[in-house]
């Protein structure tokens, strides 16, 4: 094989590669990053604005704290204490969740549907054991959350969880609410903070393959063209 057809097969699986991440690394939809916007914080503060806010969506969207919890301020962390130290239904009747709203631009609609939830979140030694993730869909009430997750209560360490949103699949042309519900606490003053939230959407499988099958064509049909004799 020629040294220029290698070279030539090289460049073109390079770029299917650069493709491929930039499908798989698409733009979030909402995002939120506390490590950078609460870089310097030293007092407590209501919320958060997300940093990333696709055009889909109305106005800014803040992360907030519920009515049963105290604000704490972190460093480079959206913090609370305040937390049920019973079960989901004391949790849910007490207010003690963060929160964001998700609402559609005038005359639009969003899927969340083909999305991922990520969430990095960090649990002081007395904070939340379960956090249980709820929506406005779903509901509000004790057994009607998305998911539950069990958090590391170190104090340094952080979760961080990766949640299909399918099951919320169709078009929202309403406010969406997504709550995240803490319980479980060793004690009411025991901290817990969200460091990082993010909904991205997760490229269809036929996109990628379309990609790879570009590029298989391109590099077939450069090989065709560079194996032909010269007359």
């Known amino acids: 094989m020629e040294r220029p057809l290698i070279k030539k097969l090289l460049g073109l699986l390079v770029a299917t590669s650069a493709l491929i991440a930039v499908a798989v690394q698409a733009a979030p939809l909402v995002s939120f990053d506390t490590n950078i916007a609460l870089l310097l ?3 407590p503060v209501a919320g958060v604005a997300a940093d990333t806010t696709d055009p889909v969506f109305e106005d800014t969207v803040f992360l ?64 939340p054991l379960y956090l249980g993730v709820y929506t406005s869909i779903g509901g509000f009430e004790a057994g009607d959350a998305l998911a539950t997750l069990a958090l590391a209560r170190t104090g340094t360490a952080q979760d961080e969880v990766r949640l299909d949103l399918s099951s ?31 909904i991205v959407p997760v490229p269809e499988p036929a996109s990628l393959a379309a990609l790879l ?13 560079r194996g032909r004799p010269r007359a």
């Open 41 to 43: 914080n030293t007092t």
């Open 168 to 198: 919320i699949a169709g078009t929202i042309t309403a406010p969406l609410e997504i709550r995240f519900y803490g319980y479980g606490a060793n004690l009411d003053s025991g901290p817990f903070s969200i460091n990082k939230l993010s």
């Open 64 to 127: 907030t704290r519920g009515p049963g919890l105290t604000a704490q301020a972190f460093t480079g962390r959206l913090g609370a204490s305040g937390f049920s130290t019973g079960a989901e239904a004391d949790a849910i009747s007490a207010g003690d969740y963060l929160s964001f709203v998700l609402t559609p631009a005038s005359g639009d609609g969003f899927d969340l549907g083909g999305s991922s939830l990520s969430i990095v979140t960090q649990t002081g030694a007395n904070g």
């Open 213 to 225: 099958a570009a590029a298989a064509l391109a590099g077939a049909v450069s090989f065709r063209r």
